[in-house]
């Protein structure tokens, strides 16, 4: 071969990440698009997935954006409504709004609402200089503004917070509080959120990495980049989408019938972690109150300690009540796509998608495929780091049918719960242990699983129901 012909040849390889693009970027009828989805290698490796405002937060267990941005660009036209009922830290929405699709975003979580909103809402260049002065402000008082620490620590929003840092990151972290404050009651919102956003984040550095008491620049620096981020994306957005991002239980979506047309979310899985311990400090000093989303967190794992399957048959209740909402929001036709992997419990494997599956065809949902993909554990506060996952499943589900179930009916959840859970119970009888992982438990341990699934099918009309 020629140098110059060998140079051209080497000139028309494509990266992966541009013969993915140009793949998705094309318009598909409905039925051609769906082929497309096998054309796709979901594990996406070494793709960018912190670009923009997705580097605004750590979150646990979020996917990467060229998932929901997959389904957006295949199923979607520009103007159309997008969905993530447990929208966690906003990964479809942003994907949504980078996109031209409305989006609307639900997490019973407020600080995952908050960093929600905040990456989908552009802020003018005039309005960063106004917080920069702020700031400046702040950091020209931080030394003398020490002196008030005592009154500090008493006015604190949770005194549990006094016991993690030192006197001197305290009252810094209060400056910078205060400073937010006065920009909220100076009529700045979007800045306010926008602020508390970079404060948390800066909090979640200081506890994660030790980083010692160089708060307010970690902080400025946060902002910095951060400001970054949406000054690039305000360049590139010509037109706004709507964004609705609700702070509520996607149990009962506050959301019209047939409003919908694409569902992509990511539910937690059972027994993976709770939610509302990785976020406390920051909640608590962001002074939000966690304990309605400890109490109505989906998958939490800190009770049922003497019969976990008693967990299983919980989150199965509230994943179907989740599922009749998604059903009655979506327009007929459109998809509502679930990512998660499996999990384990007792030694036991729980394939939740394949749960999800079959509950969901009861509703109204038909499955149309199911994609494996492998997640790439070297990334920080994915599944697998969080859930000891290490690979996780695509289900693409049509909504064929209204369902006329009401999420709050009992009889019906546990009646299909009840089924999901005796069919778990014949498969742990003929192959007992599936999930060991390296352990070694007796037979006689395994076949105790067995009395606990019976024991856990008994009390399932009580474990479903939402607590009051
Ligand atoms: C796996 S995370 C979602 C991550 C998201 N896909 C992302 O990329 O950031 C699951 C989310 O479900 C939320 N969640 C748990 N229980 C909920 C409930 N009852 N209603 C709404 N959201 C809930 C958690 O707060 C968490 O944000």
């Known amino acids: 071969m020629l140098y110059g012909d060998r140079q051209k040849t080497l000139l028309e390889i494509k990266s992966p990440e541009q013969e993915y693009f140009e793949l998705i970027n094309k318009e598909y009828s409905f039925h051609d698009a769906i082929k497309i989805l096998d054309k796709i290698d979901w594990d996406f490796k070494d793709f960018k997935t912190q670009y923009l405002t997705h580097s605004f937060h750590p979150y646990p267990a979020r996917f990467i954006p060229q998932i929901p941005l997959s389904f957006i660009k295949l199923f979607t036209k520009e103007g159309e409504t997008v969905l993530d009922p447990m929208c966690g830290c906003g990964t479809t929405l942003v994907e949504a709004f980078l996109n031209n699709r409305n989006s609307i975003g639900n997490d019973l979580n407020p600080l995952a609402t908050l960093i929600t909103k905040v990456k989908t809402t552009l802020i003018d260049e005039n309005e960063f200089e106004y917080f920069n002065k702020k700031l400046s402000v702040m950091k020209r008082y931080l030394d003398l503004d020490y002196r008030k620490v005592d009154e500090r620590i008493n006015n604190l929003p949770n005194r549990k917070i006094s016991k993690i840092f030192n006197r001197v990151v305290i009252s810094k972290l209060e400056s910078i509080r205060e400073t937010l404050l006065e920009i909220r009651d100076e009529g700045h919102h979007n800045l306010f959120d926008f602020g508390r956003v970079a404060l948390s984040s800066t909090i979640w550095s200081l506890i994660e990495n030790a980083n010692g008491i160089d708060v307010d620049n970690i902080f400025i620096k946060k902002v910095k980049s951060m400001q970054n981020e949406i000054n690039k994306m305000s360049k590139i957005i010509n037109t706004i989408p709507k964004v609705k991002v609700i702070c509520g239980d996607a149990r009962k979506l506050e959301i019209e019938n047939d409003s919908v047309d694409l569902i992509v979310t990511s539910p937690p899985y059972v027994n993976a972690l709770d939610y509302y311990r990785v976020h406390m400090y920051n909640m608590l000093w962001l002074g939000m109150d966690f304990d309605l989303f400890r109490k109505h967190e989906i998958g939490g794992h800190s009770h049922f300690i003497m019969n976990r399957f008693r967990l299983l048959s919980e989150y199965l209740g509230d994943m179907l009540r989740s599922m009749i909402e998604m059903n009655r929001v979506l327009k007929r036709g459109k998809l509502c ?94 192959g007992p242990g599936t999930s060991i992982r390296g352990k070694k438990p007796s037979s006689e341990r395994l076949l105790k699983n067995i009395d606990k699934i019976n024991e856990a099918i008994e009390t399932i009309s009580e474990d479903i129901k939402i607590k009051k």
């Open 337 to 430: 796509v679930i990512v998660v992997g499996n999990s384990s419990l007792e030694y036991e494997l729980i394939e939740s998608h394949k749960f999800f599956a079959e509950m969901g065809k009861k509703i109204g949902f038909r499955l149309i495929k199911t994609i494996h993909r492998n997640i790439d554990k070297t990334r920080k506060y994915t599944s697998a780091d969080i859930g000891k996952i290490d690979d996780e499943y695509i289900l693409v589900m049509q909504k064929v049918d209204n369902t006329n179930i009401s999420a709050d009916d009992d009889d019906f959840v546990s009646e299909v719960v009840k089924e999901q859970m005796i069919k778990f119970r014949e498969q742990v009888k003929k």
